[in-house]
């Protein structure tokens, strides 16, 4: 994810081999919009708050800020920092229709096309996110925003000197605007988050209402103020919906500047950006340039890094963390490596299996899955041993269920009894543990029971569905470097009698096949934020399921999940947020909806020493680049001892 905004919508690549994860999570993530999606329905409390209706300049889930009217700047910044210099990376996650492999579009807010990473820089939106803060959101376009006390109208009042790049005045009749198109016509993700939204109108041109549905899903009213705001008159002469190069009227500390289609794109700083002074903005967007590089293979894209082709890396490979990070620059001290902490949910990442699909409607077959991957001889000998299994939705953190179910998880589970399977009731689902070997008989031996359990019988050493139809599975993958995490797998679910293949093609096929639900399984990282809420209806709700485009690879349609969601949506305070995640997690599992992978909790950095940075960092995000300044006096030695 991208360490400068997160939320949770964005796709970070996946970690392990070398993959790319294909498929949002929470940080819209981070790269992701203006901020976090973060929500606030409950007043401020009396620590916090002005009276109600009064204005107020934050707002959080469950009302705790810690940043008073008056702050200066965010904690984790170096108010100082000097601007200038280039940044340039290959970008490490993406929101909406991005992709990591290539760009033909500038328009990130819509299904079609493939969109350039970091566009949402280029965007204001109304406020951003504090990333040493579970999920506080503060002014940025908005100075303000005065909230009703049934929590179904939010005012935002709106900056004067905001402004459109080309000069002209930002209003509340661009943001109005803006949530109108972008519930109308923008990414089904979007759709999907705005559908307790019901209108947006600018009284004014500095104030705009958003009304709120009742019982409205509690990060709407954030997800309405990180999104980006357009330009309305930019607009009335062009469609929206258009997936194009033409280089959109932004707002934000960064517009586009060169870039050649699938390879590179560069952002040019701003610097006479109307926001730049405000606290919070202060000592952040440093660099003069943020250029993404783009490449098709890993291996190249790792020798671009050695050559100062592009100036950080983030490593998501274990063998090429492992084997090769010993090249001269970083033996002379000219390249640095950092292992940073990651103390954000490290999300699910896995095979997520095509339930749609009518060979996959049996639970039976898709633990059979399961059992037929051995993750410890995959660890051991691909990934150098440095990573664990992944076991929840809610991997490393609190919302992941463990041991039988509490009674306040009872209480939300009761109403299901019956309806799902036993298991919920008892210890979660944990992924099997095998010899080592990569060839565990006594799994192997499980894997094949359940299958014939299922009905799925040998004819001719392979499994036959009860349709009489060869069972056969395609892995779907759009980059070769995630090979062999495949290959054991799929040596043993032969082994079985299940004949499976993987499939490679390019990625704008991938992600069209992936947007309509065209693969058999696929790897997918999802990333939630410390305070879930309406995002997780893009990745597990019925609805989700069958809309194209949408996060729910699965196609996890189970009315228990769904209620679990609105649990969720609903809690008013972390206690039962929590419960009611675990009981989510729970239902989850016991569907064998995936075959969970990997994680490590833990961010890997490789940078050629040429940057600053501030003694603190964010808690809830990388903080790199959006916090880091290019030092000059570091970049001049570098290129004298090269």
């Known amino acids: 994810m991208s360490a400068a ?30 901020g976090a999606l973060a929500a606030s329905l409950v007043p401020l409390p009396r620590s916090a708050r002005a009276e109600e209706g009064s204005d107020r300049h934050g707002i959080s889930a469950f009302g705790d800020l810690k940043y008073r009217p008056d702050f200066r700047n965010f904690d984790y910044v170096d108010p100082n920092a000097p601007k200038g210099g280039t940044f340039s990376q290959i970008g490490p996650s993406i929101i909406f229709n991005q992709n990591f492999l290539t760009f033909n579009s500038l328009n990130s807010f819509i299904l079609r096309g493939d969109a350039a990473q970091g566009m949402e820089l280029t965007f204001a939106s109304l406020m951003t996110r504090a990333i040493d803060e579970p999920d506080a959101l503060y002014g940025l376009a908005a100075r303000a925003v005065r909230i009703a006390p049934d929590g179904l109208t939010y005012r935002f009042l709106l900056r004067p000197e905001a402004r459109f790049h080309d000069g002209s005045s930002l209003t509340a009749h661009d943001v109005a605007y803006s949530l109108k198109i972008l519930k109308e016509q923008g990414h089904p993700q979007i759709t999907i988050m705005l559908r307790d939204m019901i209108d947006a109108q600018a009284l004014d041109d500095h104030s705009v209402v958003v ?22 008159a930019y607009y009335a002469t062009r469609p929206f919906e258009e997936s194009t190069l033409d280089i959109p009227l932004g707002s934000g500390p960064y517009r586009v500047g060169e870039f050649e289609g699938g390879r590179w794109i560069a952002y040019d700083r701003v610097k006479d950006w109307w926001g730049a002074k405000l606290p919070v903005a202060i000592g952040l967007y440093n660099f003069d340039r943020l250029r993404f590089e783009y490449y098709r293979d890993r291996d190249v894209g790792f020798e671009g890094f050695t050559g100062k082709s592009y100036l950080f890396r983030e490593e998501f490979t274990s063998r090429t963390w492992s084997t090769r990070y010993d090249f001269p620059a970083i033996r002379e001290g000219r390249v640095r490596k950092e292992v940073l902490p990651d103390e954000t949910p490290s999300g699910a990442q896995g095979w997520f299996i095509n339930t749609r699909r009518e060979k996959f409607k049996n639970p039976k077959l898709r633990e059979a899955l399961n059992y037929a991957f051995d993750f410890e001889w995959t660890n051991k000998n691909i990934m150098f041993g440095a990573y664990d299994r992944t076991h929840s939705i809610f991997q490393n953190s609190d919302m992941m269920a463990k041991g039988p179910p509490g009674p306040e998880e009872l209480a939300l589970l009761e109403p299901f009894r019956g309806k799902v399977p036993d298991e919920v009731f008892g210890e979660p689902f944990v992924p099997p543990v095998s010899d080592g070997s990569g060839q565990d008989r006594a799994l192997l031996r499980k894997a094949g029971q359940l299958l014939t359990d299922a009905g799925i019988v040998v004819k001719g050493g392979k499994r036959v569905l009860p349709n009489g139809q060869r069972l056969t599975i395609e892995f779907l993958i759009d980059e070769a470097t995630f090979e062999p995490h495949h290959m054991l797998f799929i040596k043993n679910l032969g082994i079985v009698g299940i004949e499976a293949s993987l499939r490679q093609v390019d990625p704008v096929q991938f992600k069209k096949r992936e947007d309509d639900f065209d693969f058999d399984i696929v790897v997918q990282r999802a990333s939630f ?40 949506i609903a809690a008013n305070n972390r206690p039962a947020l929590v419960t009611a995640c675990r009981a989510l997690d729970r239902l989850f599992r016991a569907g064998r909806y995936w075959i969970p992978q990997w994680y490590k909790a833990s961010h890997w950095i490789a940078y050629w020493d040429v940057f600053g940075q501030p003694a603190t960092k964010p808690r809830y995000a990388r903080g790199v680049p959006e916090t880091w300044w290019y030092d000059r006096d570091k970049a001049t030695k570098s290129q004298r001892a090269g």
Not at 213 to 225: G, I, N, Q, S, T
């Open 5 to 34: 905004r997160s939320s949770p919508l964005c796709l970070a690549r996946a970690t392990g081999g070398s993959a790319v994860s294909r498929r949002q999570s929470l940080i819209l993530g981070a790269g992701a919009l203006g």
């Open 529 to 568: 934020s410390s305070t879930p809420g309406d995002s997780l209806r893009t990745y597990f709700s019925a609805a989700a399921a069958a809309q194209p485009g949408s996060q729910n690879l699965a196609g996890v349609a189970d009315p228990a999940i769904d209620a679990m969601i609105e649990q969720i």
């Open 211 to 232: 009304r709120f549905k009742e019982k409205r899903a509690r990060d709407v009213p954030l997800f309405v103020a990180s999104l980006p705001i357009l330009s309305r």
